[in-house]
Structure formats: C-alpha cells, structure tokens
C-alpha cells in the first residue's frame, strides 16, 4: 500500500522563498519565550542581563549561515549556568576574562567541527550524559530558589551540595510578594502543559509568566522603594534588586574580552569545562531535535559545532553567553511549524525588534518570575521520571547516573563528567568478570571483522567488548563501508555491549530505513541483561518472567474471547506509528499490552496497544500515554485525521483553517474537525452511513497514514470496559469501510 510521505523543504534562499510564512509565524513564538529565558539565564549566571539577549540575537542573525541543524534554535542555555558560575568564581569574578575564555572555546568548537570531530560526543557514556544534566538542574534548582522567593539569607556554602541545604533557610527568610509572585510563576508552568486548549497553547507558558508577573509588579508596589517586616524579618521593595535592569541605551551595556589572564591555569580550566559541556549538550539535542523534526532530517554535527562555535565567538566579542543549541525554543520552534532554518534567523530578528521598541517593559519584569521558569527548568532535569527512566534502562545505568551527579555536587562539572565514566568504566570490567589485562587488551584493541557477501551486503562481526571506549573503532568501520544496501552486524561473540553502543545503532537503523537500506543487530539472544529494555547493557544469558497486573490478566483474558495474542513485554520497535500525523512531533518510545487479532472482513489486521510517547524533548519533554487500536486495510485509504473540534479550531477556520465540513450533515461537521490531503478522496471516504454511524458514537481521534487506522479517544491508559468498547468501536467502522469497498 502506499504511505505518503512528506517531502522535506527546500534549504537555502528557495527554503526562505517557499516557506517565509510558516518560519515567520514559528519564529515569533519562540521569540517569545527566548525573550524571558536569555534574561533568566543571563542572571543566573551572574551577569549583566544584556549578555542573555545578546547570545540570543547572535544564535539567531549569525548563527543560521553556519550551523547543521534544520529547525533548531541557538542561544544561551540553562544547561551551560553552572560551568559558566564556576569558571567566572576560577577568574576571580572578572567576566571581561570569561569573555576570552567564550571566544578560546568558540575556536575550539569550530577546529572540532572542521576537523569533524563531531563523533566524539558518543563516547560518552548516555546516563553520564543525563547525570551531568540532572546535576546543572539541582545546581539551577538550589541557586535560584532563593531568588524565587526574595530570600534574604546569604549564602555560605562551598559546593552545590551545600547550596542545595541551605533551601529551608531560603523558605524561612522568603519575602512574602517576592514569593508570591515567584509561587504564582511557578504554577503557571506545571498547569500550563496539561491543559488541553489550543487557544491558551497558542501562547507559550513563559509568555503567560510574563503576562501575569509584570502587572503585578504595579500592584504590588515594586516600583517605588519600600520596607516592612513579616514573622519577624525585615523586608525591603528595591526595586533594583527585585526587577530586572538593563540600560536604556543598549549600547551602554556592552562589555568586551580581556585577554590578559590566557596564560593561567584557571583560564584553562575554565576553557576546558565549558568546550566539553557545551559541545556535548550541542551534539546531544541536535540528535534530539532530529526526533521531532517531522522530516526526518539529520543534523550535521560537525557543522553545528562550527555554527554555535562561530555564533559565541561573535556573541563573546561584545558581551554575550557561549550559545548551543537549545531544546525548549526548538520544541516550540517546531510545533509552531517551522520549515527551514530561516526560523531562527527571523528569531534573532524579532528578539532585536522587541529589544529595541519594548525596553521600558523589559525592565518591569520581576526577577522572581524569571527565576520560576529556571526552577521549572532545573526540576525538569532532575525530575523522578529521569530517575525511572534509568533504572528501567538497567540498574547500571542507573548507577552511572547517581555517581555523574552527586560526583559534581561535591566537587564541580568537570570532575563528575571523569567520575561517572569511570564509575562506568570499572562497573564494565566487574560485569565481564574476566582479568583486567583482558578487559584492557578488549579496548585497546577492538577485534572487528568485515565480510562482503556480495556486492552491497555486508556482515560485521565485533568480538570482545563494544562499549562506550570502543564505539569509535565500530562508527569507523560502518562509515567505511561503500554503498551498503544491508548490513548484518554480529555481536554473539561480544562479551559485553553497552547502551552508548545500542543507543547509537538504534539510531543508525533508522537512518538505514529512511534510505530504504537494511541494517540490524544480531548476537544478543543469548546474553544476560539487567531489564527489557533494548539498550540495556548485555552480558551473558538469564530468563526474566513477568507477573500480570489485574488490567492486564482482564486484557489477557478479553485477546483471547476475540482470537487475539496478547504481550506484555514493552515493544521497543514502533517505528511504524511514526507514519501517523499525530506521532511526528511526539516520539514513541514504545508500545506494551499488545494484542494482535483479524477482523473477518478482507482480511483485516488489527491491534490494541498502550502507546508511551512524549512531546518534547529532553528536560523539556512531557511524557504521555494512550490506548489505541490500530487497524491496517488490505486497500488503500485516503490520508486523513479526525478529532473533535473545538473552539479554537473554529476560529482558525474562519480564517482560511481547512476544515472538511458536509453541509448535509450539520451534526457530523460541528462535532469533528476533518483535515485531508485530498478533499475529494475524503469526501468520497465519508459516505452517508459512515458520517451517521460517527455522529452517535463518542468521539475518537481517528487518523489515516493511506493504509491504516490509528484510534483512541483519549491520553491515558483505558481500562479493561474502555479497550472492550474501543474494540467494537473498531469493529463496526472496519466493518462499514470495507462495505465501501466493495
């Protein structure tokens, strides 16, 4: 049957040509919330807000004519606020020296990218990766708290750790409207994701932060300096401390780098924490980016080094933040419906426009509230879905996690990142069970054996040990290959294979897929893992089996009242729901409760699952989960999606929103919104008993990829009666679709 598929943008001035709209329209939003972020970040840092909106406005203007992703965004990051507080207090204080530190690492960055180093970042173990990460959130976490809530307390404390205790002490000595503002903020960003009105999600949630913070700053009397006392603290209304400031002329806050401190070693220090921070957090999200881009396009790393490394040197020359790619503006820059990279150059743009026209606002935003939406932010690195994520990804990874992060609250980001690979390294070497001068011998010297079957086809074999140290050896291999149609790669003589290696031919498969080649992975039948999960690390042979909950005993039972199999190990391999509409921009991760079972007619196939997917990405994501059915047709279908309409949706379609409606059927057509690429294919799809026997029927979102149907009716998992119902829901629209048929 045929899927249609989309066809990727144009690049360049005909991308900018072809889709100015859609990348303006996205641009816009992400603007938007670039705005109150590069301000929030800045300070953080403890810098000049000015050098966040700088960072922004470079990523956006400059950046674009050098980087490798398509849709990303590039600007100042959250992720880079720790290593950039530490390496100004190793500087003394002196940001004019830090400046020098960006640009030494910008040149870095770029020699990386052009010497196409950009393979280095899968050397590092993944939960080392997400350990590190987990530990800038704490640090983000703890520091700004106190900001949040106006505390008066001052801090003493000599590592993150520390910070990390002085929390109550913070809450204690909070200032009452300070807080409630800070609190207010906050709830704004928990609600914000699970309401499900488009017209509140047309705005970002750090715009809405905004909305309801500046005013407040009026109606609480922040503009004029005051002081009272609650239980029994003293309190003052500064407005200087508690608001942000930035000059009224903006070229009255630039700063420029000093170079003079380039033969210390701390400016080293400094060089080298920041380059390994930041070109890991680049090659990591444009990888993640990758995921959500409906295209399907891959990020060329190696230029996306150049670009960020370009991007901060110019930035730094003024008195900006090193830049990265950023995951939460990119998040929005894609489901806004951004084309082409074009959308971040117009964000730059529109961020210098508002900076320009709107400073008065700017400057009667409240610290708090910015403060709130990097609270936010560091609890979502470090959330308890990440910490479950790991250990269902074996108890090893968990471990490695653990070790990354409280290794760098004691110490500092450097030393954790050398302190969770070698937890990793050793935790190897343990699991192998075999003398360390074998284990070192394995490293060193990567046995892989490449055989041409014929001409195209080719089988790899690794023995040994294939982990994070030796994944290089096995990337150049695979990348050597000349134009491979299929490739068998063979690990049942590998002792070990880690998750950095799974992880990294996961995506490889996929790559082979886009280009219609074969690539997979054999040999690990008969190794020991620690958890279901595909990546797990994989040792020697052991059995697992499951206890059923009660859903899933009354799910085993209803499969086998309809003929239907049913599994309840997790089915990693759902790469087939990515054809849907629905799942382009949400990834699955994967599919579980599985039932599998034919309706009578024409042989259709059919299934139930429970779908784990997330919107987002990284600590930014928002994970979901559904029970759908899908139904899979032995003919071709028109490519559709219906859903209920709301509101929203309504208004949209005033304005040119190509909403299918049917006169004759009032009913159907205010009830549903219904969307299709070829109108007359699906109005000729909607017959008359198919529109009447979904008009009195509950409301499902169903969608076609040209062969299939996906159904559910809403984000959660059904119980037993919803998957009973959805059943024969499914059955009796099969059963009018193939009467069409006929």
């Known amino acids: 049957m045929t899927i249609i598929h989309h066809e990727p943008p144009k690049e360049g001035w005909q991308g900018l040509v072809q889709n100015w709209k859609n990348d303006l329209v996205a641009a816009t939003s992400v603007a938007l919330v670039a705005l109150p972020l590069a301000l929030g970040i800045a300070i953080a840092c403890g810098v000049d807000p000015i050098a966040g909106l700088i960072s922004s406005i470079i990523g956006g203007l400059a950046a674009t004519f050098f980087k490798g992703g398509h849709v990303s965004i590039n600007g100042p990051a959250a992720g880079l606020i720790a290593v950039i507080i530490t390496s100004i207090e190793l500087l003394g204080g002196d940001y004019n020296a830090m400046l020098a530190v960006f640009i030494v690492s910008g040149v870095i960055q770029v020699a990386l990218g052009a010497f196409r180093m950009g ?11 997400h350990g590190i990460l987990a530990a800038i959130g704490v640090i983000i976490l703890s520091k700004q708290i106190r900001v949040m809530l106006g505390s008066t307390n001052v801090s003493t404390a000599s590592n993150s750790f520390q910070t990390l205790l002085e929390v109550p002490q913070n809450i204690l000595t909070a200032n009452p409207y300070v807080t409630f ?53 003293s309190h003052e209304i500064n407005p200087q401390k508690l608001l942000i400031n930035i000059p009224d002329n903006l070229l009255d806050g630039l700063m420029y780098p000093d170079f003079s401190r380039i033969g210390t070693l701390p400016f080293w220090i400094a060089v080298i924490s920041l380059t390994l921070i930041a070109s890991i957090e680049i090659l990591a999200i444009g990888k993640a980016v990758d995921k959500m881009d409906p ?14 490394g370009i991007g901060t040197i110019l930035a730094a020359c003024i008195g900006g933040l090193p830049m990265i790619t950023v995951i939460a503006r990119s998040s929005v820059n894609i489901n806004n419906g951004a084309k082409t990279k074009w959308s971040n150059f117009y964000h730059g743009l529109i961020l210098l426009v508002i900076v320009i026209l709107f400073v008065p606002i700017i400057q009667k935003v409240p610290l708090a509230a910015l403060a709130a939406i990097l609270v936010y932010t560091g609890y979502k690195l470090v959330q ?3 910490w479950r994520e790991a250990f269902g990804s074996g108890w090893e990874q968990l471990l490695f996690f653990i070790a990354t992060l409280f290794g760098t609250l004691f110490t500092d980001l450097l030393t954790g990142i050398f302190i969770g690979i070698g937890v990793t390294f050793i935790t190897h070497w343990l699991a192998m069970g075999v003398p360390f001068s074998m284990y070192w011998k394995y490293i060193r010297h990567p046995d892989i054996k490449i055989l041409e079957e014929e001409s195209g086809h080719f089988k790899i074999k690794m023995t040994g040990v294939a982990n994070f140290t030796t994944i290089l050896s096995l990337k150049n291999k695979i990348e050597s290959l000349e134009n491979p149609q299929s490739v068998a790669l063979d690990f049942s003589h590998a002792r070990l294979v880690d ?14 897929r886009k280009k219609e080649h074969k690539f997979e992975v054999n040999g690990l039948v008969n190794h020991r893992t620690t958890s279901d999960h595909p990546f797990a690390l994989h040792v020697i042979p052991s059995s697992k089996h499951l206890r059923l909950t009660q859903r899933q005993r009354n799910l085993k039972t209803f499969a086998a009242s309809v003929n239907a199999t049913f599994r309840v190990n997790r089915d990693w391999y759902a790469e087939y729901l990515n054809d849907f509409h629905y799942f382009e921009k949400r ?59 709301q509101f929203f949706d309504k208004v949209m379609n005033l304005v040119g929103f190509q909403d299918i409606d049917f006169e004759e059927f009032k009913v159907f057509s205010d009830k549903f919104l219904l969307i299709g ?51 024969h829901f499914c059955e009796e629209l099969t059963h009018i679709i193939c009467e069409n048929d006929d």
């Open 295 to 308: 295209y399907k396009r891959n990020t060329n790393l190696d230029k996306d080094l150049i670009g960020n």
């Open 499 to 512: 998750f950095t290696v799974l992880e990294y031919l996961s995506e490889l498969t996929a790559i082979y």
């Open 119 to 129: 393979k280095i970042g899968n050397m590092v173990p993944s939960y080392v990766i």
């Open 587 to 645: 990834p699955v991760e994967y599919k579980s409760n599985v039932m599998r079972g034919e309706f009578i007619e024409k042989d259709v196939t059919w299934e139930i699952c429970d779908i784990t997917f997330e919107e987002g990405a990284w600590q930014y994501s928002e994970k979901h989960k559904t029970t759908a059915q899908l139904v899979k047709f032995p003919f071709e279908i028109p490519v559709f999606a219906l859903e209920k309409e």
């Open 677 to 727: 690429h070829d109108e007359a294919k699906v109005r000729a799809f909607f017959t008359t008993k198919l529109v009447e026997f979904l008009s009195h029927e509950d409301i499902y979102h169903v969608e076609s990829n040209g062969e299939a149907l996906l159904i559910f009716k809403e984000i959660r998992i059904g119980h037993s009666e919803d998957v009973d119902k959805m059943y």
């Open 384 to 386: 308890p879905e990440i």
């Open 181 to 233: 503002i800070g609190l207010l903020s906050l709830a704004i960003l928990v609600i914000y994701p699970k309401i499900e009105n488009k017209l509140i999600h047309f705005i970002p949630a750090a715009v809405w932060v905004l909305v309801f913070g500046v005013p407040l700053v009026f109606l609480l009397g922040f503009s004029t300096e005051s002081s009272y006392s609650f239980l029994g603290f």
